[in-house]
């Protein structure tokens, strides 16, 4: 099992910036890769940016040249630099984490983006 605790939403107006943290706890060994998703309201959730061990990352087309993934091993963390924020960013921003057991997910994280 692994828990993951977010912080580091939100409300900010249209470009501005913020900066997610995720930090995982329990079986954090076995945790290949780390990312973010997020759900606007009346959407699906959708892909953000993940990176897989410390180098291989990926992000959505629709944040790539605006946010930043990084990941601190020996904390057990990873980030999500927000920059040039747009309204269409608002959404729950669910930290996850990816096992050979599975994946799991953090409670979210709520981020505003006003105009």
């Known amino acids: 099992q692994v828990q993951l605790v977010e912080s580091g939403g939100g409300l900010v107006q249209a470009g501005g910036s913020l900066r997610l943290s995720c930090t995982a706890s329990?079986?954090?060994?076995?945790?290949?890769?780390m990312g973010w998703y997020r759900r606007a309201p009346g959407k699906q959730r959708e892909l953000v940016a993940t990176m897989t061990g410390g180098v291989r990352s990926n992000y959505a087309d629709s944040v790539k040249g605006r946010f930043t993934i990084s990941r601190d091993f020996a904390k057990n963390s990873v980030y999500l630099q927000m920059n040039a924020l747009k309204p269409e960013d608002t959404a729950v921003y669910y930290c996850?984490?990816?096992?050979?057991?599975?994946?799991?997910w953090g409670q979210g994280t709520q981020v505003t983006v006003s105009s």
């Open positions: 996850t984490s990816e096992t050979p057991r599975g994946r799991y």
């Open positions: 329990g079986s954090v060994f076995s945790v290949t890769t």
